[in-house]
T-cell receptor, first 114, second 107 residues
Framework: EAQVTQNPRYLITVTGKKLTVTCSQN?????MSWYRQDPGLGLRQIYYSMNVEVTDKGDVPEGYKVSRKEKRNFPLILESPSPNQTSLYFC?????????????FGSGTRLTVV | QKEVEQNSGPLSVPEGAIASLNCTYS??????FFWYRQYSGKSPELIMFIYSNGDKEDGRFTAQLNKASQYVSLLIRDSQPSDSATYLCAVKNDMRFGAGTRLTVKP
């Protein structure tokens, strides 16, 4: 089954403790992206990747890192999480940035930073 | 700043009615758009793609695009309680999303 897999689904952590949210897709998509979703603000792009070893900032990149060493994986790293990073996170993938097929989203990761 | 605006709602319609969801955008260079549906606690799922002026129909869903007025809309005919969700519009080129409109269909 074609899918984007995110882990974990839920995570509660403390301020400053480094964490990684994993994202993997099995569709051989070149383009991958991370979004955060907050009430009233919708989906905001954090980082995206056009292909292996090519990443770029989205609208809200502060406090996040990403890497794209393999085509299928695009982990999101929070080096020193803070409470304002409490949010619902989605990973998405597509054939290309402007693909007419749209994006396939993962199931989401609900992160709480206390 | 390129903006995609949606009325956050909630929009409430009775079962069987037509639900009308609207989205406006600021970038005149935007040519095509997606509509996504997101159930509470779930991930967005693609329901429509539109790139031409006018209407595009898919079952009970009709997307309308007016590039001169810079708006795109989604009509849901014969609304069902299962249509209750948040509807997000997105610009295809950079996948910039609106904040979404929450729709409730009452039996």
């Amino acid at each position: 089954e074609a899918q984007v897999t995110q882990n974990p689904r839920y995570l509660i952590t403390v301020t400053g403790k480094k964490l990684t949210v994993t994202c993997s897709q099995n569709m051989n998509h070149e383009y991958m992206s991370w979004y955060r979703q907050d009430p009233g603000l919708g989906l905001r792009q954090i980082y995206y990747s056009m292909n292996v070893e090519v990443t770029d900032k989205g609208d809200v990149p502060e406090g996040y890192k990403v890497s794209r060493k393999e085509k299928r994986n695009f982990p999101l790293i929070l080096e020193s999480p803070s409470p304002n990073q409490t949010s619902l996170y989605f990973c998405a993938s597509s054939w290309s940035q402007g693909s007419s097929y749209g994006y396939t989203f993962g199931s989401g990761t609900r992160l709480t930073v206390v | 700043q390129k903006e995609v605006e949606q009325n956050s709602g909630p929009l409430s319609v009775p079962e069987g009615a037509i639900a009308s969801l609207n989205c406006t955008y600021s970038d005149r260079g935007s040519q095509s758009f997606f509509w996504y549906r997101q159930y509470s606690g779930k991930s967005p799922e693609l329901i429509m793609f539109i790139y031409s002026n006018g209407d595009k129909e898919d079952g009970r869903f009709t997307a309308q695009l007016n590039k001169a007025s810079q708006y795109v809309s989604l009509l849901i005919r014969d609304s069902q309680p299962s249509d209750s969700a948040t509807y997000l519009c997105a610009v295809k080129n950079d996948m910039r999303f609106g904040a979404g409109t929450r729709l409730t269909v009452k039996p």
